[in-house]
């Protein structure tokens, strides 16, 4: 196996002028039995997340749940609440438009119908800072670059949090444009459409985008017609008023009448609960988070574990937790630099060694089945099963998490192979001009370790 993986890296154009680290372990012993650049730190993109998910499987546990609370101050006279009502988020990353429906019919059932004060949303459980640290600001406008908030909503069961869906559909006539809508429907975002129909168009000639820190989304370029929808998942500019902004929408299409202001605000110590929901638990939120990998869920798992362990809903609180657990499974943090949750900064720093180390060490956590479970499986159709690697290394064993960012791209995990030989391994690719042929390099080497391992 050695001389065929050093052979291949030696010989593959596509990877001269970039740094590829590799290590492969004994899944039972952890004897090392191959490494190639092991020791050196490189960028891991999602493979963080690996870290991320251990630490808050040790820290949380997998049975842990957000919830998200409906408060109120003041007194109910009759159907009317003569006081403030309050939008309480915490962490909660599965806040569906159903979810929202379901709290405001609670609310109906509780025998409020009318608020004479205002509707304030809570978003203070974690800190301000909602931007993740080194996150390059043109992500900011995508889902997977979305602002992390404590009260915050998703449009479907990716749970992708902070972000809409943005559908165009292609006119009936050339030269007109196209339509569009959002889902869910939000005031805080305008949209600006200057597409047109064309009879001819590839793909990439319509573009949506939305500037940074603005909430107008442009919609530009040609459509082909009689072209396939195009949908786009982007990210909102706040996702408090976001979520506050659909709550208040869904109290008024309930048949809630509501007389005073929307706004953003603390919810007084002495407020009454009146409703609560809590998340799916920690187990299935990995499933997304790790399948899909879900940049969202690791920054508000990092967040969460600050507030647990320290009282401050912070990444530089959370990211603390995170290293001292690492220090607990034996990785070496004095080779290391975290400066997220998700992979997506450009400044984590980690060596394949301490990857598989990692792996190795799992292992012996009574929670590693959920952890192994989370795990993208290679060529299995089921997007929640197969995830990142649905369309990729098929009739191989292997569970592996995926890394892609620009210039970069990752894999590591485990592996039966022919020889039923179980394996861990770690392949780590910098410096790439397209980081989409690190996925061929990977699946190279990977098909190597199969045949010779």
């Not at 929901?277 to 940049?295: G, H």
Request: glycine share 8%.
């Amino acid at each position: 196996m050695k001389e065929q993986i050093d052979n291949y890296i030696k010989n593959e154009i596509k990877l001269r002028g970039s740094l590829i680290g590799v290590c492969i372990l004994s899944q039972s012993s952890g004897e090392k039995l191959y490494e190639h650049m092991s020791c050196v730190r490189l960028h891991p993109a999602s493979n963080m997340k690996l870290f991320t998910s251990a630490a808050a499987l040790a820290v949380l546990g997998k049975d842990y749940t957000f919830p998200t609370e409906i408060r109120m101050t003041g007194t109910t006279v009759g159907a009317t609440l003569k006081g403030n009502l309050y939008f309480v988020g915490k962490g909660d990353p599965t806040l569906v438009p159903s979810a929202i429906i379901s709290l405001s019919k609670q609310l109906l059932s509780n025998g409020i119908n009318k608020i004479e004060g205002d509707i304030i949303g809570d978003d203070t459980w974690y800190d301000k800072d909602r931007i993740s640290p080194d996150l390059v600001w043109t992500d900011e406008q995508y889902y997977y670059g979305a602002q992390v908030s404590a009260l915050t909503a998703s449009p479907n069961e990716d749970y992708d949090t902070g972000s809409i869906i943005v559908e165009v559909t292609a006119a009936n006539v050339i030269g007109d444009k196209p339509a569009y809508s959002i889902f869910p429907k939000t005031d805080i975002i305008e949209i600006e459409n200057n597409a047109v129909t064309a009879e001819e168009a590839s793909e990439d000639e319509l573009v949506i985008t939305r500037g940074y820190g603005s909430n107008v989304i442009c919609i530009n370029g040609n459509l082909m017609l009689g072209s396939v929808k195009r949908k786009e998942f982007m990210s909102v500019p706040d996702p408090s008023l976001y979520a506050l902004n659909l709550f208040t929408r869904v109290l008024e299409k309930e048949g809630i009448i509501h007389r005073g202001a929307s706004r953003l605000g603390n919810t007084p110590k002495d407020s009454q609960l009146i409703v609560s929901r809590n998340s799916i638990p920690l187990v299935e939120l990995l499933i997304p988070l790790m399948k899909l990998s879900n940049n969202g869920h690791a920054e508000i798992l990092v967040k969460e574990m600050g507030k647990k362990v320290d009282g401050e809903g912070s990444w530089k609180n959370g990211l603390a937790v995170v290293k001292r657990e690492m220090v607990k499974l034996g990785i070496n943090m004095e080779t290391i630099q975290i400066k997220d949750g998700s992979g997506i900064s450009h400044n984590n720093l980690i060596p394949a060694n301490e990857i598989t180390h990692l792996l190795y060490e799992v292992q012996k956590a009574d929670w590693f089945p959920s952890f192994l479970n989370a795990l993208p499986a290679a060529g299995e159709d089921d997007r929640m099963v197969g995830g990142t690697l649905r369309e990729r290394m098929k009739g191989i064993l292997v569970k592996a998490k995926t890394g892609t960012i620009e210039g970069v791209s990752t894999l590591s995990g485990y592996i039966t192979t022919k020889n039923h030989n179980n394996l861990i391994f770690s392949i780590m690719i910098n410096n790439l001009l397209n980081e989409e042929d690190g996925k061929l390099i990977e699946d190279e080497i990977v098909n190597i370790i199969d045949f010779f391992g």
